[in-house]
Nanobody, 115 residues
Framework: QVQLVESGGGLVQPGGSLRLSCAAS????????MGWYRQAPGKEREWVAG???????NYADSMKGRINISRDSAKNTVFLQMNRLEPEDTAVYYC?????????WGQGTQVTVSS
């Protein structure tokens, strides 16, 4: 079993930045990959960014150029740095880990972009 705990969400003005954190209960190098997803009100959950065990990263076109996914293996934590946030980025952001073929999700952290 893997437990994931997200943090770092909050209210930010348009153009602002946030850094989300996802702390895993085990070694992140044991995960096949980790990623961030988001779900806006009334919309389906969508993939935002991912990082493989080897450190390769990928980003959704909707946020590419404004986000960066990284990790701290010593803290078993994955981060999502988000810049130039827009009201359309308002959503609950979830962390996901794939471990031995199964997906594990965190509880989510709310990001609200509003003036």
């Amino acid at each position: 079993q893997v437990q994931l705990v997200e943090s770092g969400g909050g209210l930010v003005q348009p153009g602002g930045s946030l850094r989300l954190s996802c702390a895993a209960s085990g070694s992140i190098f044991s995960m096949d990959g980790m990623g961030w997803y988001r779900q806006a009100p009334g919309k389906e959950r969508e993939w935002v960014a991912g990082i493989t065990r080897g450190g390769n990263t990928n980003y959704a076109d909707s946020m590419k150029g404004r986000i960066n996914i990284s990790r701290d293996s010593a803290k078993n934590t994955v981060f999502l740095q988000m810049n130039r946030l827009e009201p359309e980025d308002t959503a609950v952001y979830y962390c996901k880990a794939r471990w031995f073929g199964s997906d594990y999700w965190g509880q989510g952290t709310q990001v609200t972009v509003s003036s």
